[in-house]
């Protein structure tokens, strides 16, 4: 009961029933593009990284290949290396817990832990975020995936449509500003010029491309993109994080300033939730 | 059976991108610019494989009633519906789009 005092703990559970609940929505995704109920499953348990798996589905959807999907899962993987090195700066896990942590990195998680200034409420943000979202995502995975293969025709319910606005409500809330839009729009034109020339599923993967090359030569802001797709503390303004900046100023504040990340706009308030 | 191999390949390497972050030394990615291609590359991706779910139909562009629930998650999206709300409302507007005659 102590533990729901926490705020991390209580923001932790209900990131975790959000999430987990769009997992029905995953589930069903899956086993109506063409995947089993195991290989969905498999996806959810050890892949687990929403947007990858979604690229995943996606790929074979749209009858591209396995190296396609593939290809797209990894390449939206990378965001959460990023994570696990900003993670791994503020919460230094040892042993085992460098393993297990590394493998609930994720958008929910490292938005629960880096939104928060006590060390030991970041702690208590990221295990409970990444411990609740694996355990909803991957039960309501299952739900979505037996209730989908009882569908039918996929289509005459609209969830192709459904795959559309998923990916869409992912990148939604990355789109802030000119730059990222700009981004979002080039890598848009970029698939649609590619489609009649290569097999389905590599349009993706030249829409990559042509984002890597636009984040390596350009000059924005170095976490462009990196705001997780969950808002467990709210907008902030773009003001807070320096008001905050004296709170950092701890062990962890040196990487925390370099590396950036989520922490910077997405902030904590203390006052605000209290 | 080969899309298993694919789909457990992708498993490996999505660990191992979370395992890197623990385990190289923050020198060695501090470089700015890693930070902002892994940035980039995920807004890039999901715009794409928003494009291709969308009118993407094997190898040719198609205006059917995923148009429809491409504007309908937008609509959703801009009046701040949760992520469940967003993809029912593409769904049902697919669907009924199907319904009304148009594919």
């Not at chain 1, 498999?42 to 990858?52: A, I, N, R, T, Y």
């Amino acid at each position: 009961m102590k533990l729901l005092a926490s705020p991390a703990v209580r923001v932790g559970i209900s990131i975790s029933i959000a999430t987990g609940l769009y997992g029905v929505s995953f589930g069903a995704l899956a086993v109506t593009s063409g995947l089993n109920f195991w290989q969905t499953m498999v996806l959810s348990l050890l892949l687990f990284s929403g947007g990858s798996q979604f690229a995943f589905i996606g790929v074979v959807a749209g009858g591209g290949s396995g190296l396609a999907a593939m290809s797209a899962a990894t390449l939206l993987g990378m965001r959460n290396g990023i994570y696990g090195m900003q993670l791994n700066a503020l919460l230094r896990p040892t042993g085992w817990r460098k393993y297990v942590g590394a493998q609930l990195t994720i958008d929910e998680s490292t938005a629960t832990s880096t939104g928060q200034t006590d060390p030991a409420e970041q702690q208590r943000g990221f295990w409970t975020a990444g411990i609740g979202v694996y355990v909803l995502w991957n039960l309501f995975t299952a739900v979505g995936a037996l209730a989908g293969s009882g569908l039918g025709d996929p289509r005459q319910w609209g969830l192709d449509g459904a795959a559309v606005a998923a990916f869409l409500a992912l990148l939604w809330p990355r789109l802030k500003g000119r730059e990222p839009i700009a981004i979002a729009v080039v890598c848009a034109v970029a698939t649609v010029v590619a489609v009649p020339f290569v097999p389905p599923g590599v349009p993706i993967l030249v829409a990559a491309v042509v984002a890597a090359l636009v984040g390596w030569f350009s000059h924005g802001r170095r976490d462009e993109g990196l705001e997780p797709d969950v808002e467990p503390y709210g907008t902030h303004g773009h003001g807070h994080h320096q008001d905050r900046h004296g709170e950092h100023q701890d062990r962890h504040s040196d990487h925390q300033d370099r590396l950036g990340g989520p922490e910077r706009r997405r902030g904590t308030d203390p006052e605000a939730r209290a | 059976m080969t899309l298993w191999i694919w789909l457990l390949i992708a498993c490996v390497l999505a660990y191992a991108w979370k395992l890197v972050g623990y385990f190289v030394p923050a020198k060695f990615l501090e470089d700015p610019r890693t930070s902002r291609v892994a940035g980039t590359m995920t807004i890039g991706l999901l715009a794409s494989l928003t494009v291709v779910n969308a009118v993407v139909s094997g190898q040719a562009l198609a205006a059917d009633a995923r148009l429809g629930a491409l504007a309908a998650a937008a609509i959703a999206l801009v009046l701040r519906a949760p992520f469940l709300v967003v993809v029912v409302a593409g769904a049902g507007t697919a669907a009924l789009l199907r319904i009304l005659g148009w594919n």
